[in-house]
């Protein structure tokens, strides 16, 4: 496991890419148990949903973006809470643009 911290997202892929598929499933299985693994699913789900709701009338799969919505609140919940609490922050927090950004003079 320290091998696989220590090598390079580019090892990882010329890595698994040499992998059988029993390796890729086992590997699959550790990523989907891990907090990684919980967070990458939350972002595809929350993205999706995102997605899909701006499918317009009856082109709209709305079961799919229900049960989207299930799996993501109570199973994948991580994705949609830190991008909750981002955007709750830059709303109350609205960025301005830094005298540094102008012209890079400190003296602004």
Do not use: C
Not at 57 to 82: C, H, R
Not at 86 to 108: C, K, L, R, V, W
């Amino acid at each position: 496991m320290e091998r696989e911290k220590a090598m390079s997202e580019q090892e990882k892929i010329e890595r698994r890419n040499w992998m059988s598929k029993e390796q890729k499933i086992q590997v699959a299985r550790k990523l989907f148990a891990s907090m990684r693994g919980q967070y990458i699913i939350g972002q595809a789900l929350y993205i999706a949903i995102k997605e899909l709701d701006k499918v317009p009338g009856a082109m709209k799969e709305v079961s799919n973006i229900e049960d989207m919505k299930l799996l993501m609140y109570n199973l994948f919940p991580m994705y949609k809470d830190t991008q909750e609490i981002t955007e709750n922050i830059h709303s109350e927090f609205p960025t301005t643009q830094s005298p540094y950004d102008s012209n890079g003079d400190e003296s602004a």
